[in-house]
């Protein structure tokens, strides 16, 4: 069956049909990873939008739900130049597009995912319809793309109730705003008794667990939205407690404590963005995935101080906050699969918790 991704600038690719046939208006946004596609179907940050794969095939190791990052995929709708239907892999379960098909995923294939992503990096990310409907007026399907919004996202990704991971170790709250579990499982596999709480928690029940550390996770969408969660933060911050925060929780700790994000133009999407450490010199290869960025020109220099920032474009990717032990990341340590240069942050909180006992 023939589809179409029509773009809100008018720009139409046709392709073939895969997933499901429904039609969907989302944000498109590009990943660079050369593997990994179920982890970045099953991230929940990318909720609310549609992902485009660039690296040429995908699916060809097929599907294998161990590696699944959160129970179910979030992106909107999936777009890859060519789907590999025959995956080859003693691990595979399913295939991609069975996947696609039992979870309601409309997606694309058979386009120049080429063409499309420099689009997105010339003009900007922006939103777009996947449909096997033909439009001879595209008048009505861009003003409905046009009004399109990423909002509510936090709310639909977190968990919707308290659970425990058991260890031995030490206490790690984890606040949920969209969380890979991954998180949960790098503090775990270090001892970490982790327990997982709702994005709306208040802090003053978090605090009232008495945590060893406190652990803010990724999560989709706008930081700016989550107003109310921000306010809990603050008085996270205010605590004694050390923090470590990653991507979305990164971004609402810097919010909490007086700095503003700003939406980049195409984002950070894929497992091989270098960042440097500002104390050491020395650069990491990085898996990120995040369209907005903390503005380092609105830090109190007396609150936070820049710790990592992006080789490429200098945007920052870190901040570490004077004279309380907290620090926070935009990327993410616990990439899997992915490079695992950055692991050793973990180890750190772990040694920041045993310090502050």
Wanted: net charge negative; glycine share 8%; charged share 25%.
């Amino acid at each position: 069956m023939k589809a179409y991704l029509i773009l809100e600038d008018g720009t139409v690719f046709t392709g073939v049909s895969i997933g499901s046939s429904r039609e969907v208006i989302s944000e498109i946004v590009f990943n660079t990873s050369m593997t990994g596609y179920l982890e970045v179907l099953t991230d929940p940050s990318y909720a609310g939008q549609a992902v485009v794969m660039t690296y040429p095939l995908i699916g060809n190791y097929g599907i294998c739900r161990e590696d699944m990052e959160s129970l179910k995929p979030w992106p909107d709708g999936y777009i890859v130049r060519e789907l590999s239907r025959i995956p080859s892999n003693f691990r595979s379960e399913d295939t991609i597009q069975h996947f696609l098909e039992e979870n309601d995923i409309p997606g694309i294939c058979g386009i120049d995912t080429r063409a499309l992503t420099k689009i997105l990096r010339e003009k900007g990310t922006m939103n777009g319809m996947i449909t096997t409907k033909v439009y001879d007026d595209l008048s009505e399907p861009i003003a409905r793309m046009k009004e399109y919004r990423v909002t509510g996202v936090v709310n639909a990704t977190t968990t919707k109730e308290k659970y425990v991971l058991p260890g031995e170790g030490k206490k790690v709250a984890l606040l949920d705003l969209g969380a890979k579990k991954n998180i949960a499982r790098s503090l775990n596999e270090r001892g970490c008794q982790v327990t997982v709480y709702p994005a709306h928690t208040t802090a003053e029940e978090i605090l009232a667990s008495n945590p060893d550390g406190i652990m803010l996770s990724n999560g989709p969408g706008d930081p700016a939205e989550n107003v109310e969660i921000i306010q809990e933060i603050k008085k996270l911050y205010d605590s004694n407690v050390p923090i470590f925060a990653i991507c979305l929780g990164h971004q609402l700790m810097a919010l909490a404590t007086g700095a503003s994000t700003y939406k980049l133009k195409y984002g950070h999407r894929g497992g091989n963005h270098p960042v440097k450490d500002l104390e050491t010199g020395r650069v990491y290869i990085s898996s990120q995935n995040h369209g907005y960025a903390v503005d380092a020109d609105t830090l109190d220099p007396k609150v936070a101080q820049q710790a990592f920032v992006n080789v490429n474009d200098g945007t920052n990717e870190g901040l570490k906050y004077v004279g309380k032990n907290i620090f926070t990341v935009q990327y993410h340590p616990e990439a899997c699969p992915g490079p695992q240069d950055s692991s050793y942050l973990f180890d750190r909180f772990i040694k920041m918790m045993e310090v502050n006992r």
